[in-house]
């Protein structure tokens, strides 16, 4: 090995040390910690953030950095990308320094408490103060940068997804809320009836969690490298090597929330759990960027989780662990599941509708981070742009501006979603040219799917941008 690269190994094995220490606190951080210690644990996970980046801001490291890329030619092709992602690293955070880094990643970690507290209270005021905060350092970070696109939210949507832009994106996002808008107004005319009283009835959590477990298992998820626990807003979280933990929110009166949260989550764990085991070894695992991600989520979610398929698949043990629902047909639960009807949590709709909630959010996003619109006044547009596109009005914060956790990280974010479902509708047709689809869900033959994600769409997902990564599954351009 380059005596050089064998230098940037040990200091990325001591790296990944800080790293792993501060994911087990970020995951406590969001599932268990008591009220009171949230901002003492806040501090501690950003004093090992701190650690790892004063070792990557170190002299030693960045001289290692800087002449294995001039050299990069002479590596192989994982220590190559390896290099290259380092050396991107290097120059955006050329002009930050580790004091400037602490301070931002307290700013990120109150928000998230102040965010919680808001949600809870219902009371968006209270975020106001840690919201603006959090877009100033934004802002901030990307302004140091040497390199930076011209565009703000440019290197905002840059950062999530890699080389997917606004002139892109604008175009998809119009394309896609004005396909969306005339579709739901044809679905809105139809006569056909579907049944969704029982969806409200009242389910134990502990016969949801139960289900949860069947559900992951049967998926393919493997709890002997994984966890199960609860939180405000589901997350799945990759704290180490063979450890893909899942979190999810139970309602007694809402069931079906609980369920495709845990087929989402669990979608992303999958992904986790099969990451190819040389790319850990390169120090470059948990290199795939969201829309990717979102893409497996969302295809184990909607396009497995809610075909005809899997509910025929799951209905017998539904029906037996929820004898709540003894009386519905699986004709009947099929349909409540494929609902189309407009609503005002982004995480419960309907894989039509969802997608204008993901509008709203870009469009927000946008005018937040170019000053049009000011943060105080966010609730007053997103309960209006609700009403124009989906006809729905949030009754207060928590139903509305505070639902999702993700602005208290920062901007870029929520196009993923969108992008991942063009991403797996694209590859869905090449598991079809190989495969019976349908079939092989019936027959919970998760083994034979989920060894064909890894082959085609996993194995390479830690090495190539977005674009070349769904080219090269499918030979097409992102449609």
């Known amino acids: 090995m380059n005596a050089n690269l064998k230098k940037l190994y040990e200091k990325l094995k001591l790296i990944r040390y800080y790293e792993h220490a501060e994911g087990i606190m970020y995951f406590d951080f969001e599932t268990c910690v008591p009220k009171d210690a949230m901002e003492n644990e806040g501090d501690t996970m950003s004093f090992f953030s701190n650690q790892a980046f004063k070792i990557k801001k170190s002299k030693a490291f960045e001289e290692l950095v800087i002449d294995l890329y001039k050299d990069i030619n002479s590596l192989d092709y994982l220590d190559q990308i390896l290099v290259k992602d380092l050396y991107e ?3 955006k955070a050329k002009n930050i320094t580790p004091k400037m880094e602490l301070a931002m990643s307290k700013v990120y970690n109150q928000a998230y408490i102040d965010w919680l507290k808001a949600k809870n209270e219902k009371n968006y005021k209270l975020f106001v103060p840690s919201f603006k905060k959090v877009i100033d350092i934004s802002k901030k970070q990307i302004e140091l940068r040497e390199n930076r696109l011209d565009d703000l939210y440019d290197n905002m949507l840059n950062d999530c997804e890699k080389g997917l832009l606004q ?17 739901i107004g044809k679905i809105k005319k139809s006569k056909k009836k579907i049944r969704k009283d029982f969806l ?16 992951l298992e049967l998926n393919g998820y493997d709890f002997n490298r994984g966890y199960l626990t609860t939180t405000e807003h589901p997350f799945t979280s990759s704290i180490a090597k063979d450890d893909a933990r899942v979190t999810t929110h139970y309602h007694e009166d809402m069931v079906l929330s609980n369920i495709y949260s845990i087929i989402h989550e669990g979608g992303h ?4 759990q ?13 290199n795939v960027t969201n829309g990717m991600h979102e893409s497996v989520s969302r295809f184990f979610e909607n396009v497995i989780g809610r075909s005809k398929a899997y509910v025929h698949l799951i209905y017998p043990k539904f029906i037996e662990t929820f004898e709540e629902f003894s009386d519905i047909s699986e004709q009947e639960l099929y349909e409540a599941i494929n609902i189309v009807e407009p609503s005002l949590i982004r995480t419960e709709a309907d894989e039509v509708t969802y997608g204008l909630h993901i509008v709203i959010r870009y469009e927000m996003e946008k005018k937040l981070a170019s000053g049009e619109l000011k943060v105080k006044d966010a609730p007053k547009e997103w309960n209006r742009l609700y009403k124009e596109y989906l006809g729905v009005k949030p009754k207060d914060d928590s139903v509305g501006i505070l639902q999702d956790v993700h602005w208290t990280g920062g901007f870029g974010y929520f196009p993923s ?3 991942g479902n063009a991403y797996n509708a694209m590859y869905l047709k090449e598991l079809r040219k190989e495969y019976n689809f349908e079939e092989l869900i019936e ?16 194995k390479d997902a830690n090495h190539l941008d977005p674009k070349d990564w769904i080219k090269q599954i499918t030979n097409k351009e992102l449609s």
């Open 89 to 91: 690293d290097y120059q």
């Open 167 to 183: 002139k892109e994106l604008d175009v998809f996002f119009n394309d896609l809320k004005n396909g969306l808008i005339e579709l």
């Open 200 to 215: 409200s009835r009242i389910v134990p959590i502990y016969k949801q969690e139960a289900f949860s477990k069947y559900l």
């Open 269 to 272: 764990a999958i992904l986790m």
């Open 274 to 286: 099969n990451e190819p085991e040389v790319d850990y070894e390169h120090f470059i695992n948990d």
């Open 417 to 419: 979603y969108a992008i």
């Open 443 to 458: 027959k919970g033959d998760f083994k034979t799917i989920n060894s064909w994600l890894k082959e085609h769409v996993f």
